[in-house]
């Protein structure tokens, strides 16, 4: 795993100043090239690359499981993947890049509506994120992070970014890795939930979002239109459900 973080110099300014060594959180370009056709440049947090390439094309939707992927090499900076699909070139046309919001009106027609009797109660999701801030080690050192968690049976997988797309990213690509059944899992992060958001977990088949922060009404159109259950401000011993509030248990 590569370090997350360097120490450079400042100044500490509170009643008195003081020269300090701080720590600053990495980021990177990174450039993603899949079947030498697709390429997407992410400025993010040069660790986890591989479950970063795997979870980005299963978010967008250019897999579907790991037998699509018939290739992966990381070089430097570069994550090339080769993909076994049919329909890729055509996918591809469809694609919203992970860091940015694009024409999700259209997207969500691809779409199909989670499917998932899956059930969550109230203080697992409250303990979840007391987990999640607490392994977020390099939140805690720089404070320039988002941070991921992808909770399945008893498995906690956890990812953190400089993107909160790329967290998520990496959190799904682990999952994949490790055969998670991702329609009776969850996710808790830190970052707002717009449209792009709640598409990449809609594809994946992940019935709850929950995140620290706020929703956006694209974020709340596509979670009540695809059937997520989106739950936001999840802080000390409260929360709000916005779609779908069947599957929080409280």
Request: one cysteine or more; glycine letters at 8%; a negative charge.
């Amino acid at each position: 795993m590569s370090k997350m973080y360097e120490k450079f110099p400042a100044v500490k300014i509170q009643s008195s100043s003081e020269k300090v060594m701080e720590k600053i959180v990495k980021d990177e370009q990174i450039e993603l090239i899949a079947n030498e056709t697709l390429t997407r440049k992410f400025s993010i947090s040069p660790d986890s690359l591989k479950e970063f390439g795997i979870g980005y094309l299963l978010g967008e939707g250019l897999i579907r499981s790991l037998k699509n992927i018939k290739d992966i090499n990381i070089s430097n900076s570069t994550i090339n993947l080769t993909v076994d699909m049919e329909d890729f070139d055509i996918i591809t046309e469809l694609v919203v890049g992970s860091d940015c919001f694009g024409g999700w009106r259209q997207k969500i027609e691809y779409i199909d509506g989670i499917k998932s009797d899956f059930t969550l109660d109230k203080e697992t999701l409250l303990h979840s994120f007391h987990d999640l801030k607490k392994n977020a080690s390099t939140w805690h050192e720089t404070g320039g992070t988002h941070v991921a968690g992808l909770i399945y049976k008893k498995k906690f997988i956890f990812k953190e970014d400089v993107s909160r797309h790329v967290a998520v990213d990496k959190v799904i690509g682990a999952g994949l890795l490790e055969e998670v059944d991702f329609k009776n899992s969850y996710i808790v992060y830190s970052g707002r939930m717009p449209a792009d958001m709640l598409i990449k977990i809609a594809r994946v088949g992940i019935p709850i979002l929950a995140s620290n922060a706020a929703p956006t009404t694209s974020g709340y159109a596509v979670a009540e239109e695809a059937g997520v259950t989106m739950v936001g401000f999840v802080r000390g011993d409260r929360f709000n459900i916005y779609t779908h509030p069947d599957r929080i248990i409280y």
